[in-house]
């Protein structure tokens, strides 16, 4: 019977299982955000694929799904390939993280280097879901949570509210909410307990004076957004470093352990 031998080339245990511990905490989240994109889809009532497609505008729910499909897909990756000291696996695991941080820069060197295209196509994208502002639950919570952080009213002035059907200001709009904005443009009132659904409504109709408003934001999101960068460049930079270094110490780990296994392997004799 053969018996393998190795000339002292080991695998490093506490790399193997640093690696594998972080894997499974990716995989188990990556398993959550998959859990909650059919619990929102299910909420809102659509089981099958027809009627997820038959969504008009950006669906958020999507966003979630893809996140969570490369992160399960690579906390499995990595998991495994850890824990059997699979070398094509490990492999698969640094090349994905590696082009993951490198489109990260790039895309955030492009988006520094061409501000204002950046801007004129943020500015069209929350102008473009504007629209679908009443037909998807979790677009018009994302939209109403974005103004009330960032204390802003639609993506370049509170008219942009114009372009969804129940907001504008046209004669054929029979709505309630005419010529209004939604509650989440509104000033807070700390008097009010309760929050002020209508506190909206007619702002912009033309005996009122939107620019002056002490009711609602005037700002746009974008500029918003714009203004809010310098207050927080810290905390972006901090965010942006922590996330860096937990991808090159991924990849670390998994091109030691490779080196490891390779070692291992070339020191095998019968």
Not at 53 to 67: C, K, R, S
Not at 209 to 217: G, N
Not at 226 to 243: K, S, T
Request: charged fraction near 15%; glycine fraction near 6%.
């Amino acid at each position: 019977m053969p018996h393998y031998k190795y000339q002292g080339a080991q695998v490093n245990c506490l790399f193997k299982y640093i690696l594998f511990s972080l894997n499974i905490i990716f995989w188990i989240a990556g398993g959550g955000l998959l859990a909650i994109t059919f619990w929102a889809w299910n909420e809102k009532g659509m089981l099958n694929i027809q009627s997820i497609t038959q969504i008009q505008g950006f669906d958020p729910v999507w966003l979630v799904l893809v996140v969570g499909l490369l992160t399960f897909y690579l906390g499995l990756t990595g998991c495994i390939g850890a824990l059997r000291e699979n070398i094509c696996l490990l492999k698969f695991f640094s090349i994905i993280i590696g082009t993951i941080f490198t489109l990260e820069l790039a895309a955030g060197i492009l988006a520094f280097v061409f501000q204002d295209w950046v801007k004129q196509k943020a500015q069209s994208f929350i102008q473009d879901h504007i629209t679908f502002y009443r037909d998807d639950i979790d677009l018009q919570n994302i939209i109403d949570a974005v103004q009330k952080y960032m204390q802003c009213c639609g993506a370049a002035s509170p008219n942009d509210w114009n372009n969804n059907v129940y907001f504008n200001c046209s004669q054929e709009n029979s709505s309630r909410e005419k010529c209004g904005v939604p509650f989440s443009c509104c000033l807070p009132d700390p008097a009010q307990n309760v929050v002020n659904t209508q506190c909206g409504y007619d702002i912009r109709s033309k005996n009122k004076e939107v620019k002056d408003s002490l009711v609602i934001y005037t700002k746009g999101c974008v500029q918003a957004f714009e203004d809010w960068i310098p207050r927080n460049i810290y905390l972006l930079a901090g965010a942006f470093l922590v996330i860096a270094f937990l991808q090159m110490f991924s990849i670390y780990l998994a091109r030691s352990l490779i080196s490891d296994i390779e070692a291992l392997k070339a020191g095998w004799r019968y």
